[in-house]
């Protein structure tokens, strides 16, 4: 099997939609409660293609879907990739996936993507999990694997040498803990669906969109504060780039919670603790 062999097999799982003009792709798996799964970079919806399939065995409707400029999504040239863009995007997919009331889970900048979602529709949330992500945004520093994409130029010639042998390298040190939980075609298939259709050119837009301002983080941390639902915070504790001790203290402050529920995984926990994640999705919505 191939990396395009595991894209080609990712897109037969899962289906198009549509909203507005923009065209984009959402795994949809299971029947009850309805999870909401909001991915980052440089991933899509792939990333938690496990972490579905746990939330269905377990009685609950898992559903990820691309954002604009990655994964099977379209990549529009002119599209708002901010975090304010890209959570108008989420809100106007819920209502276009028929989504009245979900759990929402996020992870990586669809920490702060999710956070948009949530800050314009809050009575629709019926708990929040957040994955290891970013909440004090006006003091975030990108992580070196990821600092270069910001950079105009620098950010293209990056793109363009990162092989599929040095993306793995990449995920190993920074991103998958157990290795054994990933086969190497598949993370091959991050490459593939990081550059599909425009060899990653939106993706640099995104990584240039950052909204780091005071304004933002005070929205963030209100959105973890709001008591009408639940809070969690569920954090791989080996995480080089966003770590436990600095941005998940963040999110446990700003979520007013007692405990980070931490689990023996790096910045993509989602690819080997798919099972454990769906556990404490499931705690929470059984409240």
């Not at 979602?117 to 003091?139: C, F, G, I, K, Q």
């Not at 995984?265 to 556990?279: R, V, Y």
Request: aromatic fraction near 8%; charged fraction near 25%.
């Amino acid at each position: 099997m191939t990396s395009r062999d595991v894209v080609e097999r990712h897109r037969a799982a899962g289906r198009r939609f549509d909203v507005g003009d923009v065209g984009s792709f959402v795994r949809d798996q299971g029947e009850g409660e309805a999870v909401v799964c909001i991915h980052g970079v440089p991933s899509s919806c792939f990333l938690y293609r496990k972490v579905v399939a746990e939330l269905a065995a377990r009685g609950l409707r898992g559903v990820a879907f691309d954002l604009p400029g990655l994964g099977l999504a379209d990549r529009p040239a002119r599209f708002d990739y901010t975090w304010t863009g890209l959570g108008s995007f989420c809100v106007a997919a819920v209502e276009a996936l028929g989504l009245e009331r979900y759990h929402l889970v996020v992870h990586d900048i669809g920490g702060p993507v999710g956070f948009e979602l949530a800050s314009v529709m809050p009575e629709r949330v019926a708990s929040l999990t957040v994955l290891n992500t970013l909440v004090e945004v006006d003091t975030f520093k990108r992580p070196w694997s990821m600092e270069p994409f910001a950079r105009r130029g620098i950010g293209e010639v990056y793109l363009r040498t990162l092989t599929k042998p040095a993306f793995r390298l990449l995920m190993r040190l920074q991103a998958v803990k157990d290795t054994s939980a990933v086969p190497k075609e598949e993370l091959d298939a991050y490459v593939d669906l990081l550059r599909e259709g425009d060899g990653g050119r939106a993706f640099l837009q995104i990584m240039r969109g950052f909204e780091r301002t005071p304004e933002k983080r005070r929205l963030y941390a209100g959105v973890l504060r709001d008591a009408r639902y639940p809070r969690q915070i569920v954090w791989g504790a080996d995480d080089p780039a966003l770590k436990l001790a600095t941005e998940g203290e963040a999110a446990k402050r700003a979520a007013g919670v007692d405990e980070i529920h931490a689990l023996p995984a790096k910045h993509f926990l989602q690819e080997d603790q798919a099972p454990a994640i769906a556990a404490r999705v499931a705690a929470i919505a059984g409240r």
